[in-house]
């Protein structure tokens, strides 16, 4: 079965970029009808969705976020990545990356454990 | 967007039965059949209970359950257990092609 993990820095400073990939087990990222998102949930606060890669290489944003995000496919590392440029504290979240169970945005199974990202000078 | 709104909190006693509603406009719930919902425990990632506003993953117990109607979902769930403890996320589709999830639902079982 498909496992997701997330991977990247815990501290960024503010103005700079944020990278985060998500490495995908028990399956491959680039076959199949298969959307691949990222959500954020700030602390002790609700979720938030950020976008997704659809495994063909489309993608789609969070009009709120859209200026400021990309997520890329690397389909030789079975891998997807979020870049948050111009980060502020606003950004100090848990990631989490996920994949949909069906089809586009109608339920995320399974979901990487998250990681936490501060952003701070 | 705007969040769909979910009462903060909500308690059961042990073996009853509870329900968290989750309300939205037309723009989202109104419009779809897109509800799913998420129970996520302290420091664990969400975990999806219901998607397509009725259908359980395989795994889910069938203690959980969900409906609609109009611009309001709901999560039902019966028999209730001590581990049911824990915040729940609904989310939706909605007409602009992007997610909305609602504020939360801490379930306390006492």
């Known amino acids: 079965q498909v496992q997701l993990q997330e991977s990247g820095p815990g501290l960024v400073k503010p103005s700079q970029t944020l990278s985060l990939t998500c490495t995908v087990s028990?399956?491959?990222?680039?076959?199949?009808?298969?959307?691949w998102n990222w959500i954020r949930q700030h602390p002790g606060k609700g979720l938030e969705w950020i976008g997704y890669?659809?495994?063909?290489?489309?993608?789609y944003y969070n009009p709120s976020l859209k200026s400021r995000v990309s997520i890329s496919l690397d389909t030789s590392e079975n891998q997807f990545s979020l870049r948050l440029s111009s980060v502020t504290a606003a950004d100090t979240a848990v990631y989490y990356c996920?994949?949909?169970?069906?089809?586009?945005?109608?339920?995320?199974?399974?979901w990487g454990q998250g990681t936490l990202v501060t952003v701070s000078s | 967007q705007s969040a769909l709104t979910q009462p903060a909190s909500v308690t059961g006693s042990p073996g009853q039965s509870t329900t968290i509603s989750c309300s939205g406009t037309?723009?989202?719930?109104?419009?779809?059949?897109?509800v799913s919902w998420y129970q996520q425990q302290p420091g664990k990632a969400p975990k999806l209970m219901i998607y397509?506003?009725?259908k359980r993953p395989s795994g889910v117990s069938n203690r959980f359950s969900g409906s609609k109607s109009g611009n309001t979902a709901s999560l039902t769930i019966s028999g209730l257990q001590a581990e049911d403890e824990a915040d729940y996320y609904c989310?939706?589709?909605?007409?602009?092609?992007?997610?909305?999830f609602g504020g939360g639902t801490k379930l306390t079982v006492l």
């Open positions: 397509d506003v009725s």
């Open positions: 890669i659809y495994s063909s290489g489309s993608t």
């Open positions: 989310s939706s589709y909605t007409s602009s092609s992007t997610l909305v």
């Open positions: 037309s723009s989202d719930i109104g419009s779809y059949h897109y």
């Open positions: 028990g399956g491959s990222i680039s076959s199949g009808v298969n959307y």
């Open positions: 996920a994949k949909d169970l069906t089809y586009s945005l109608r339920g995320f199974d399974p």
